[in-house]
């Protein structure tokens, strides 16, 4: 009896995005209420209610007011955010609690295939929340120019290049431990902190920025406040997105060979 075809590569991520479009079915409403929710709190409480304080003492330091210069900056953190959630604790269920992964290579599909859906979700869950927020941004008046809207694909980028070698740490991960607490604690939440979101890292000492500019979150912001406030040179720009591609290209080659060692035991 021959052996079943294996499903073209554009066919089968097809497939994948429409198992995890119907499981998403039954928790769209709390997708759209966070995705709504926590843009909208963060840009009313630290944008406008915090920015009051700041622009109260100048905007000479930072030349725009501080709803501009954070908003780009929020999209990129709460997709980085949005991206470790989607593949940390989901990744060891589909290996370890529910196994859909192991059910999914017993089909025809292979382990590379099962991976490439995984992220491929991941980036759609990404894409969508960075358009409610940009929506949100928008309508609450941080965004001044047109060239706003390039901060959703410079934000997706950005979590894509975290989320690849985070999917490969959750393929390695055999039990639930503290290794995804200790990346939200010790690398989720610094990154937020101390990559320019809030301030320009050049108020930081230099080990503080020299910590920054290995950080991809660092790198997005820039790409993204550059798009929206204008300023980046296209040298800059290139030189950003090289280096999320890097993390990316990494990643994904990293994320492939877990699954692939995984799903092979």
Request: contains cysteine; proline residues 6%.
């Amino acid at each position: 009896m021959p052996a079943p075809a294996v499903p073209r590569p554009r066919g089968a991520l097809l497939q994948l995005l429409e198992y995890q479009l119907l499981v998403a079915r039954a928790f769209w409403r709390s997708f759209i209420i966070v995705g709504v929710l926590s843009p909208l709190l963060y840009v009313l409480a630290l944008g406008i209610g915090l920015g009051k304080v700041v622009n109260r003492h100048g905007t000479d330091t930072l030349g725009v007011p501080y709803l501009q210069f954070v908003a780009p900056a929020f999209l990129v953190a709460a997709a980085i955010q949005v991206a470790a959630n989607e593949s940390t604790f989901p990744v060891m269920a589909g290996f370890k609690w529910m196994r859909t992964f192991h059910g999914m290579a017993a089909t025809s599909l292979t382990p590379r295939q099962i991976c490439d859906g995984q992220l491929a979700w991941c980036a759609l869950r990404v894409l969508s929340n960075a358009l409610l927020y940009l929506l949100i941004v928008v309508a609450l008046g941080g965004a001044h120019r047109w060239e706003f809207v390039w901060t959703v694909p410079a934000a997706t980028l950005t979590a894509m290049a975290f989320a690849a070698p985070v999917t490969a740490l959750a393929a390695i991960v055999e039990s639930e431990g503290n290794t995804f607490n200790m990346l939200f604690r010790f690398v989720v939440v610094p990154m937020f902190l101390f990559s320019g979101t809030f301030y320009p890292i050049s108020t930081l000492p230099r080990w503080g920025q020299l910590l920054a500019y290995v950080t991809p979150q660092w790198h997005g912001t820039e790409l993204a406040r550059g798009a929206a406030l204008g300023g980046l040179s296209p040298a800059a720009a290139i030189g950003h997105v090289a280096y999320l591609l890097v993390w990316l290209v990494v990643g994904v080659g990293l994320a492939r060979w877990r699954f692939r060692v995984r799903l092979t035991k």
